[in-house]
């Protein structure tokens, strides 16, 4: 086994280093705050000979997706960043990505939709419905590695299916943090040369059914459900080699062992609630965590499970679905867990929109709030807003304001 540098390095440079040890052999860019930083640094490493790539500098992420869609048609190993706007200017390509079944991996560094360049989950979960398995990191360590791993699952036989690797505008992509750089000839061992199923291949012309839509969707649902082990092996394959396991690549707990309640989170939120957690428990309150990770595909055993050993589960995400009045996650994680045999009370709890922080105050009180729940058996308020402005006076009369 290589050694690991040791290295200071925000997410999108975390980002760039994996996609170099992945052996990338088509970059396709566009720029677009705030990932513009990862193909910038993916062009230096072109232009100073530390990765054979094609660097292609494309008109717009509509484009962007065309472009690397038809490398990846070719058998190339490819990828790609952008987020907020971008993401959604190249959502009719984006949409191509997995009824051609291209094992495309970009990287998204979660900008808002609409009026600010700072972070929520708008932009991906605005994707949720196109095919995509979507993985939510929570910092820069993170982020390295599952971009690694990421290339191994959409590439796998049983899968090929586009993936993206989402990490926190600007409160990951551009906080520097002590990580470890896994050395090349072990990423090499771990990810070896794309092996391509099919190629657009002039010389060997072939001939591809896309007009029976409803075969074809029905396959790409089983490959998505298939990615589920796919990505449970990658995160177990990585820890033999490097020694970092992220729980079950889909799902990842904290302190749930005799919990009475857990809240569910995701992406860097999770390290603000880990110690907020940490502490309560410390204080007797039987609270536990849970990262979600796998969007999609969504882990609906793991909540199943879950519905079985507590008594509430609070959602705290930073997206809103309006119209629906709750965020994404909640209706997934309620759905999942709808035909257990005991249902847990769910509540929601909504913030960070728009770049607004998470703050400790904030996970404290979702944590009171559905240990409430847990105790009394009871939901009074379904959903709850993490802003000052809106606070209830019960928020305050607990402190957590």
Request: charged share 25%; glycine share 8%.
């Amino acid at each position: 086994m290589g050694e690991q540098k040791i290295d200071f390095i925000n997410g999108n440079e975390a980002v760039a280093y994996a996609v170099k040890a992945a052996r990338v052999q088509v970059v396709v860019a566009y720029p677009i705050t705030p990932q513009s930083p990862v193909t910038e640094k993916l062009s230096e490493y072109v232009a100073n000979g530390e990765l054979g790539a094609s660097f292609v500098e494309i008109e717009g992420e509509h484009s962007c997706f065309a472009a690397v869609g038809s490398a990846s048609g070719t058998g190339c190993r490819v990828f790609t960043a952008t987020c907020g706007p971008g993401l959604a200017y190249g959502h009719e390509n984006v949409q191509r990505m997995h009824i051609s079944r291209f094992p495309v991996v970009i990287a998204v560094p979660n900008r808002a939709l609409g009026t600010t360049i700072f972070c929520d989950h708008s932009d991906t979960m605005a994707e949720a419905t196109c095919g995509w398995i979507q993985l939510y990191t929570e910092n820069s360590q993170e982020v390295l590695d599952t971009v690694i791993q990421a290339f191994k699952v959409a590439e796998d036989h049983r899968v090929l299916m586009p993936v993206m690797v989402c990490y926190d505008g600007y409160v990951t992509s551009h906080t520097g943090e002590t990580i470890r750089l896994p050395a090349q000839e072990d990423v090499d061992i771990f990810l070896p040369p794309r092996k391509a199923l099919y190629t657009t291949d002039p010389s060997q012309p072939l001939v591809t059914e896309a007009m029976n839509i409803p075969v074809a969707e029905w396959e790409h649902e089983q490959a998505m459900q298939s990615a589920k082990a796919v990505i449970r092996e990658a995160n177990e394959e990585y820890a033999k080699i490097f020694g970092r396991i992220y729980g079950n690549g889909l799902t990842e707990r904290f302190m749930c062992e005799g919990a009475e309640a857990v809240l569910v989170t995701m992406s860097s939120t999770m390290g603000t609630a880990r110690e907020v957690v940490a502490e309560m428990r410390s204080q007797g309150y039987r609270i536990g965590l849970l990262k979600l990770k796998s969007f999609r595909p969504f882990p609906t055993e793991d909540f199943r499970q879950l519905a079985g050993e507590v008594k509430a589960v609070g959602v705290l995400e930073r997206n809103e679905t309006h119209g629906s009045g709750c965020g994404e996650a909640f209706k997934e994680v309620r759905s999942a867990m709808y035909d257990a045999s005991v249902r847990p009370k769910t509540i929601n709890f909504i913030g960070g929109l728009g770049g607004s922080d998470v703050r400790i105050q904030d996970v404290r009180f979702a944590c009171e709030k559905t240990l409430e729940a847990a105790r009394t058996g009871r939901v009074e308020k379904e959903v709850h807003w993490l802003v000052p402005e809106l606070m209830p006076a019960e928020r305050e009369r607990t402190g957590a304001g």
